[in-house]
């Protein structure tokens, strides 16, 4: 089905030691037109990180995984960053004070692929899991170094933290809010449809669009982006929702809601939040 709107996945990874290209495919028959492409962890590519230079290997791929999604006719844009759940994975090798630095540097790394043209994104955060507090207190440290890049840049940062409610998305802003970055380039990447809540904070949701969360944001209104978070890993096949998910499920919302949220939606908050083209 050809859609008469653009269709984008706002988070999803495309792994080629997976099912990769045949995952796009996928998007594009059901009628997805673009796709933001989130840079995977490195322990799930096989990196093992002992120097910043290390993460060029994990940018490099999901720009050439890019590159070749482009050439199928899907508009598709890199976000490139360091998982907050590398942390944990570092401190198993080395000081919890050397972690925090290579991240950091790690980030900067992915902010000069921002600053060549080669992503329009950064992403960042803080363990979803519980750690201890000087884990946390550096995780925090490295998520507003982020904002300090992303302002300097004048690009979104992707969000991948904690499961949030609105004292979460305060403390998020009050962080984002010190260091100066403008919210709106702020996304909560796997947000609940808390859409009133982000817009009156200045935050920026990627609703997971799971069963129901969809027509619950719209409820609160049209600032929001819809994503998958798509994880493209043969272990867990479909998992977190497939590449499928979001076009069939804005054909059908379309049915209800009309395609004129969805221009909102699927371009002009891209365009806005991304600062790239949405075009068919």
Known sequence: MSPNIPITDEHIHIDPRAKGIDAV?????????????????????????????????????TVNIVRQINELGIGAFPVLGVHPAEIT????????????????????????????????????GRPHYPVSDEVWQASNSIMSHAFSLGKGLGCAVQLHTESVGEPELEDIASRAKSIGIPLEKVVKHYAPPLVDVCERIGLYPGVLAGKGAIEEALKQGSRFMMETDYIDDPQRPGAVLGPKTIPRRTMKLVETYGEEVFWKVHKENIESVYEVDIEL
């Open 25 to 61: 495919k996928q998007f594009q028959n059901a009628g997805g037109t673009h796709m933001m492409v989130v840079s995977k962890p490195t322990w799930t590519l096989g990196v093992e990180v002992t120097k910043p230079d290390d993460y060029r290997a994990v940018f490099d791929e």
């Open 89 to 124: 994975k570092l401190c198993e090798r080395m000081k919890l004070e050397n972690a925090t630095s290579l991240m950091k540097v790690g980030l900067e790394i992915a902010s000069e692929y921002v600053n060549e043209g080669l992503a329009v994104g950064l992403k960042s």
